[in-house]
């Protein structure tokens, strides 16, 4: 196995990385729109997960296909379907499977959708050249990822979750604790960029949608950091992550100017990196 399994996370993943309604569907609409899909578009997701992103895709009627190495994830996914309306004109399969090894033939798909996955992957240049095979030759890979206001640049008008967030790898970094699953952004990645570059890929990074959560308060996301809900804490020794916990309450109890228990909703852009391989 090559990624990392979410199964501990599939019974609170949608509480804590869910959009507000109405986002999920501006970003199936905005990959549609980007990618130039149609109604006989094939579509594959790696590391489908709960189908944050696939659910719309599948509710309008979309040729859909999702992977994960999760099933407990998939499950998740396959519940909400069962519990809709009109199931029966929905085309979808799900299959159990790790990326770096699908099991397509050549030349499948039209359009691959990734979110928040590959940072998980260990051998991602072998996810990618598997996208790459099962995807027709005029296919897109679309490598998409969440971008909250503020995360990216702090416009002094950073959500206090957010302020908690960066607070939390800044204390990371001051105590040296490495974590190697923290996700990054793939376009300005070099190793990556360079990858690409010598499968002969052409990318270009677009904004896909507006999107928002649910409000949280800035203690509610240190809550949900120190209790492990997210995979970048999964690695860290339990006598790190504790030493880290108390810097962080530290903070927010003592060192911080605005009301850390007054809930904020969290508005970010859904941006992708878009690559093909010209034939
Ligand atoms: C952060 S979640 C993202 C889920 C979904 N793409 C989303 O945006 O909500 C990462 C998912 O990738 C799956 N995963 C990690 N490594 C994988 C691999 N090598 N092959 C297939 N799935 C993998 C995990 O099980 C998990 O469901």
Redesign the pocket.
Known sequence: ???????R?AHF?DAT?GYTPGSAERIRDGIIEQSGATTETRFL??????G??ALPFIQAGYDFTG????QA?MDQLQSKLTALPHKTMYRYELHQ????NLPFLDNMFDVII????LH??DNWQQ?VDEARRVLTPQGQLVI?RDSPEGEEQDDGKTPTPVLVRRKWTEIHEDLEITRPRKRFNWHQNEAFIEYLRTTGAIARDVNIATYERPAISAREMAQRITTRMY?SDWNTPDELHTEATQHLTHWLDNDTSFNPDEAVTITGQFKAMIVHWPV
């Open positions: 196995m090559s990624g990392i399994s979410f199964d996370a993943y990385r997701e790696l590391g489908v997960g709960t944050r992103i992977v994960d190495i999760s994830m499977t790790d990326i770096v990734v979110v928040h996955v998980l992957v996810a998409g995979s």
